[in-house]
């Protein structure tokens, strides 16, 4: 790129100083045409190594042919400036490219090449990130960036999580957090113990992303792939006719005069400004949404998303915090601690956020001896044996399933009923609040236009109508197995007079299945289960609902910036083809009409990597 920034100065000059001495033939000639080997030797070598090579059409060979055969019917100057404004073009495209690809490349920067292992004397020794396993423990120093994912031990920080999430607020860290790997240490130490190898890190997965998200086109995209490989023969072919067929039926024709149309015609039809600004506007679209904390797996993903009208969310995790708290403990002739402990052991091994919450409400140390066989009954509960005994904790169909009747929870809150052999203990009512900025981010996505919203959801239906209600959504569905939110999934997919995208948002491993169904799935990164990242088209960093309403302006406003791209080329080159075959363009309009044009849509297309202002309550991009 710096060559070309010196040569197109320097061609310009000498073409100047050529046209300056049009008295003198022979120095004017040497000078414009040392201007045009000078703007055009690479743009002439590429083309030589194309035809050897058996790629013929391409931009390179159309400029070639256009202006040596503008040098061969004297319009020398005219060849010059062909060239100039074509290598002026490809500068614009090079800058946009950089400038796109760093957006999403900056995600390297989140790797660190070092990581301080902690030995068990205290010391420290700078190891690969990827030589460190899960247990071991590390230093992090202010200043240094998070290698790997873990739970702090000991030390208070402040992380800077921009480059995850895109928040510009650092978060506080402290004893007992989990910290992601690409954050910051701002201020204090951190003793970190690892719990994810470097492969599974969030660092590992986010590079993943990035390096396979511009393999997975755009139906726009491959359209332009297709549609050049056949237009620019096509393209060479019309050409030659228009240059050689007319002078042989009308009379008085000039070969000349129609060689200059011909010339005009291929300076015009390259397809320069759809072959780049049109991937370029997909490119700055993943680049900005990286940007603000949006991972996008792919420019089809985004172009779906573009076209979605139905939303459908997981209710724990996405549209509320998932962070329960035990609200009311009820037992049936045992002391409420008792009911806790054996609701607690039996949730020993259970990730599940309202296993957590039963953990810490009982509040003392759990005795692993004391837990025998464990099976988690997913939308259900959990069985175990606790001190020999059976202990059943889960909804009222797993009681039911087990013929054990229980008292209905009068609360409209998550219930976990308790039973000891058969016979029913009481319950444990938790409590989950709404995400803060939950509410807007539907009432923006409706503004987007999105015709419906739906929410599926494993707990009863009362809770499920509680949380519908307070966000505004259309439909619930309550009470569902995992299966049963994939079967809704797919009813609404067949549904009759369907036209948009079907979105699922989600972050637990039993959303897996659904998030991979769904047109478009949607994964909350930060807190989501690997499962679900996996499965997911688009990854929020942050856990944000308000991040989705910005994915969607994001990808409308990528494919609008295609779409006008694609009319605006084709339209001008249109009018000016029709120009050049009536005679009345000059290579002066030709080279407007492919490189002005181009570089218009490549500025045009730029736009896309803008990242708006963010929100003051949730650090989520308003676009």
């Not at 292992?117 to 700078?126: H, S, V």
């Not at 904390?293 to 420019?299: M, V, Y």
């Not at 949380?467 to 009813?491: F, S, T, W, Y």
Request: proline content about 4%.
């Amino acid at each position: 790129m710096n060559k070309r920034i010196l040569r197109i100065p320097l061609a310009l000059l000498l073409l100047l100083a050529g046209l300056l001495l049009r008295s003198h033939e022979v120095p004017s000639i040497t000078l414009i045409i040392l201007a045009y080997l000078i703007a055009g030797a690479d743009v002439l070598y590429t083309a030589v190594r194309g035809v050897l090579a058996g790629q013929v059409f391409d931009e390179n060979f159309l400029m070639s042919l256009a202006t040596v055969g503008a040098i061969i019917i004297g319009e020398h100057a005219e060849a010059v400036a062909v060239m100039v404004f074509f290598q002026t073009g490809e500068l614009f495209e090079h800058y946009a490219l950089d400038k796109s690809r760093r957006a999403i490349v900056s995600a390297m920067d989140l790797l660190p090449e070092r990581a301080n292992l902690l030995k068990d004397d205290g010391q420290t020794q700078e190891v690969a990130p990827e030589d460190i396993k899960v247990g071991d423990r590390i230093l992090v120093r202010p200043g240094e960036r998070l290698p790997l994912d873990g739970v702090v031990l000991s030390g208070v920080s402040q992380l800077d999580t921009a480059a995850l999430t895109g928040e510009a607020l650092p978060r506080e860290a402290r004893t007992g957090d989990e910290v992601l790997s690409g954050c910051v240490n701002i201020t204090g130490v951190l003793t970190i113990k690892v719990t994810k190898p470097f492969e599974q890190s969030t660092v590992s997965r986010i590079l993943e992303m990035v390096e396979t998200a511009t393999d997975k086109k755009s139906r726009q995209e491959s359209f332009i792939t297709r549609f050049s490989a056949i237009y620019t023969p096509a393209v060479v072919i019309l050409a030659l006719l228009l240059a050689f067929v007319p002078p042989l039926f009308i009379p008085g024709a000039q070969l000349a005069d129609w060689v200059y149309r011909a010339l005009n015609f291929l300076v015009v039809s390259c397809p320069c400004a759809l072959v780049i600004s049109i991937p370029l506007a997909f490119f700055g679209g993943i680049g900005g949404a990286s940007r603000a904390g949006i991972l996008t797996k792919g420019s089809n993903y985004l172009e779906a998303l573009a076209k979605a009208d139905t939303f459908v969310f997981d209710k724990t995790g996405t549209l509320t915090r998932g962070r329960f708290t035990v609200s009311q403990v009820t037992a049936k002739g045992i002391p409420e601690t008792e009911l806790l402990r054996l609701a607690a052991h039996a949730e020993t091994h259970s990730l599940h956020p309202i296993a957590d919450a039963i953990k810490k409400a009982y509040g003392q140390p759990l005795n692993p001896a004391a837990v025998g066989e464990v099976q988690e009954m997913p939308g259900g509960g959990v069985y175990a044996l606790v001190d020999g005994q059976t202990v059943l904790l889960g909804n009222a169909r797993l009681m039911a399933q087990h013929g054990i009747k229980l008292e209905d929870a009068k609360d409209m809150l998550t219930t976990s009923h308790v039973a000891l052999n058969g016979s029913y203990l009481g319950y444990i009512q938790v409590a989950d609040t709404t995400k803060p900025c939950a509410q807007e981010a539907l009432s923006r996505l409706r503004a987007q236009g999105i015709r419906k919203l739906v929410m599926l959801t494993g707990d009863n239906e009362q809770t499920g109508t509680k949380v519908a209600r307070e966000l505004g959504i259309d439909v619930v569905h309550a009470g569902l197995l995992p299966q049963d939110k994939v079967q809704k999934v797919e009813d609404m997919l067949e549904a009759p007079g369907r036209k948009g995208s079907l979105v699922f948002a989600g972050d637990g491993v039993n959303d897996a299945p659904v998030l991979a169904r769904a047109d478009v799935g949607f994964a909350m990164g930060a807190m989501g289960s690997d499962a679900a990242i996996e499965a997911a088209d688009i990854v929020i960093m942050n856990d944000d609902p308000c991040k989705m309403a910005s994915a969607l302006a994001i990808a409308k406003k990528t494919v609008r910036i295609a779409k006008q791209n694609a009319v605006f080329a084709i339209g001008v080159k249109a009018g000016v083809l029709i120009l050049s075959t009536l005679g009345l363009s000059t290579l002066w309009m030709a080279v407007f009409a492919d490189v002005g044009v181009a570089v218009l849509a490549i500025l045009n297309a730029m736009r896309a990597l803008r990242v708006p202002p963010y929100c003051q309550t949730c650090a989520a991009p308003r676009v």
